[in-house]
């Protein structure tokens, strides 16, 4: 059993408290749909990101115990990204990269601890008018009316090739060349937030790709007038359908008048269609945002970050590919003794605790199978894992995101589910944490393995309906009492 029952934060990880905060951060916000919240104070919900591995949690530890509340709390998230949004909840989370459950782990190239684009799939704010002319690109003659091209139908074409609405699109083919093509800017209000959005289908190879935002203190769009700009990346990868490329909640400068929105590349190699441009003013931001996580970011120095490293170490033992030992090797040399002093850390001076939960996740795992040479001061952080877990875990039971030095809890950091999940994780016993190593094994050999895997599991489903009632009855009945339906 994984439970720490009876401990307090202040003695110990307290899994039982972690558990209920993630109960209360799964929310239905709009009929019956569940998504966990960022943290307490945020309106925003992500998929995939707090919400699969709170599945994770809470289908594994719901269905060990026996416990109604974590099993149907599970239901919850799982009716919702795999029933309301169609969207496969083994597919894993493209924003931290990793799912246990499933074993699916991801890591750069294409990679990221944040996002450069994120669909907003659903939302109640209230948003102003289209501000974008033509903003299908569908009339004009020889060229779109209201739009300009930096080379016509060599670099810059209007095309009838693709389409998103209507029949027509704007299309760039760029060949280690810098291209552009950008609206007739149109009125805005200085200090008012603003989302902008287009979608882009094609191919984009290497160089640099965006979607543009330029604001202007006055109408002519000219170098004398240019304030500054916003830009959302389009990162390399194939757009195989249409895909939105948006940026999120940007404030007008407080001289702006005017803005146009742009697509181009700087030194690009790739053909991308673009098509239903909008910029539109945010005059409600709402009570709740939706939004869907893309990968398609690049990141030539991922190695610089612990947590994308990590992920790689994970990767490659998975795949029984011996350089995970090198870049184990490498990540601990990140560690002080506290922490991971990363590029991030570098950055901000303050110690991220899911990285600390990843490496004590990685170590124990690798550790396994393989009997490796730990740093001493590694070697006692996992013996005190669940002490340092419990100084970081706050009286509502979930664990801050950051931390300073003695593992004292960053006054102005938040608690997460991801964070708290992670921790979990950390603080299980060695044999529980669920990465196994999966060596290369004969092509006959999964099969026997699954025929036995299969007697095994309804061997163990057969005692536990012994078992559960048991279970159930001897749960506490003032624990998991957050979020029941």
Not at 333 to 362: C, H, P, Q, S
Request: with cysteine; hydrophobic share 35%.
């Amino acid at each position: 059993m994984y439970s720490i029952t009876g401990q307090t934060s202040q003695e110990g990880f307290n899994e039982n408290k972690a558990l209920s905060f993630i109960v209360s951060m799964l929310t239905n916000y709009s009929a019956d749909k569940w998504l966990c919240k960022e943290h307490s104070k945020s309106t925003m919900y992500w998929i995939y990101n707090d919400n699969v591995l709170a599945f994770q949690i809470l289908h594994n530890i719901g269905n060990e115990t026996g416990n109604l509340t974590l099993i149907e709390t599970a239901k919850k998230i799982n009716h919702t990204i795999e029933g309301e949004y169609k969207l496969s909840i083994l597919d894993g989370n493209d924003r931290i990269e990793v799912m246990f459950h499933n074993q699916t782990i991801t890591f750069p190239p294409y990679s990221g601890t944040g996002y450069y684009y994120s669909p907003i799939i659903e939302s109640d704010m209230q948003f102003g008018a289209n501000l974008v002319r033509n903003p299908s690109v569908e009339y004009g003659d020889p060229y779109p009316d209201h739009w300009y091209f930096s080379s016509w139908c060599n670099r810059t074409c209007w095309t009838n090739e693709q389409s998103r609405t209507g029949k027509k699109s704007i299309k760039i083919t760029a060949n280690s060349s810098t291209d552009d093509w950008r609206s007739e800017v149109f009125n805005v209000s200085a200090s008012k937030n603003y989302v902008f959005s287009c979608y882009v289908k094609g191919t984009v190879i290497s160089g640099e790709w965006f979607l543009t935002l330029r604001w202007f203190k006055d109408f002519q769009p000219i170098h004398e007038n240019f304030i500054f700009e916003n830009n959302t990346t389009i990162g390399a990868g194939n757009y195989t359908s249409w895909t939105q490329i948006i940026g999120f909640n940007f404030t007008a400068p407080p001289n702006a008048v005017a803005a146009d929105i742009l697509l181009r590349t700087f030194n690009g190699t790739g053909t991308l269609y673009a098509d239903d441009f909008e910029v539109k003013e945010i005059v409600n931001a709402g009570t709740y945002i939706v939004r869907n996580d893309v990968k398609h970011v690049q990141i030539p120095d991922w190695q610089d970050y612990a947590d994308l490293l990590l992920f790689g170490v994970l990767d490659r033992y998975r795949r029984n590919n011996s350089t995970y030992l090198e870049w184990f090797n490498n990540a601990t040399k990140m560690f002080d003794g506290t922490g991971l002093r990363d590029k991030a850390f570098n950055k901000t001076g303050k110690y991220e605790t899911y990285k600390l939960a990843l490496l004590i996740i990685t170590a124990i795992t690798i550790n396994k199978t393989q009997q490796i040479t730990m740093p001493q001061n590694l070697t006692q952080i996992i013996q005190n894992r669940q002490q340092i877990f419990g100084k970081l875990q706050r009286q509502n039971g979930g664990v801050a995101t950051h931390y300073l030095d003695g593992f004292i809890p960053d006054p102005n950091a938040t608690e997460n589910v991801e964070t708290t999940c992670l921790a979990i994780y950390a603080c299980l016993q060695n044999t529980e944490i669920p990465i196994r190593y999966v060596p290369e094994f004969p092509s006959w050999l999964p099969v026997f393995t699954l025929i036995a895997a299969t007697i095994t599991l309804i061997a163990l489903k057969h005692r536990n309906r012994k078992d559960r009632k048991a279970i159930k009855h001897s749960q506490s009945p003032e624990e998991f009492n957050v979020g029941k339906s």
